[in-house]
């Protein structure tokens, strides 16, 4: 079946300009998690949507940075204002959270930013 | 808190020779998956191998095994007979239980392999 995806799969976009990064998880996946790589760097969490419950917002760095989700389908990444220091590769990853903690998220190939 | 350290920024090995990518952890939770992720150049990010806090057995795929040494909190990635598209990043990753917010993954911050000819 078709994985998870993300578009655009690169953005670039001048400072002080808002953008709105798009995440289609793979059907039937309950959990959507974002994270942000910047360059040469680990996955740092943003957050997670699980279902119909409360997003968890725990890992977004700034109010610029806003998520939705409506149900268990597209979930889109909001930056507003975007700063040089938002450039990075923006990962969207799914699972279907009724599998256990031994379960691999899926990931999609990202969204590339560049702020200029 | 959930945490992943990988202390090896970068990896050289030769074509059709073994390495090993370090991994330690720690978590207060009982219950835990290890993952390790490949990155290449491309940017997907690839599921290789898990292992999980209560297997006895160490996990194996292919030419992947994970070293899991519970006692001192280690989940090493073995790659045997390595080959040139085994060059990328590698990163370790763990998933807690749902208590305390562990289920959401932690990642390491990777280590860059090089596969030399």
């Known amino acids: 079946g078709a994985g998870v995806s993300q578009s655009p799969s690169n953005k670039v976009t001048e400072k002080g300009k808002d953008v709105e990064l798009r995440c289609d998880p793979i059907?039937?996946?309950?959990?959507l998690y974002w994270y942000r790589q910047r360059l040469g760097q680990g996955l740092e969490f943003l957050i997670y949507?699980?279902?119909?419950?409360?997003?968890?917002k725990s890992g977004l760095p700034s109010d610029r940075f806003s998520a939705e989700r409506t149900g268990e389908s597209v979930s889109t990444l909001t930056i507003q204002r975007t700063q040089q220091e938002d450039s990075a590769v923006y990962l969207c990853?799914?699972?279907?959270?009724?599998?256990?903690?031994?379960?691999?998220?899926?990931f999609g190939n990202g969204t590339r930013l560049t702020v200029t | 808190a959930q945490k992943i350290t990988q202390t090896q920024p970068g990896m050289f090995v030769q074509e059709k020779e073994a390495v090993t990518l370090d991994c330690t952890y720690d978590?207060?939770?009982?219950?835990?998956?290890l993952f390790w992720y490949k990155q290449p150049s491309s940017g997907e990010m690839i599921f290789l191998i898990y292992?999980?806090?209560?297997?006895?057995q160490n996990a194996t795929e292919g030419r992947y095994s994970l070293n899991f040494q519970k006692a001192r909190k280690s989940a090493n990635l073995v790659i045997s007979a390595s080959q040139l598209g085994d060059s990328a990043m590698y990163f370790c990753?763990?998933?807690?239980?749902?208590?305390?917010?562990?289920?959401?993954?932690?990642f390491g911050r990777g280590t860059s392999l090089i596969v030399h000819p």
């Open positions: 990853a799914s699972i279907n959270q009724g599998a256990s903690y031994n379960s691999p998220l899926h």
């Open positions: 059907s039937g996946h309950t959990a």
């Open positions: 949507f699980q279902g119909n419950s409360a997003p968890d």
């Open positions: 978590t207060s939770d009982p219950s835990y998956g």
């Open positions: 292992q999980g806090s209560y297997d006895q």
């Open positions: 990753a763990m998933r807690g239980s749902a208590s305390g917010g562990s289920y959401i993954p932690t």
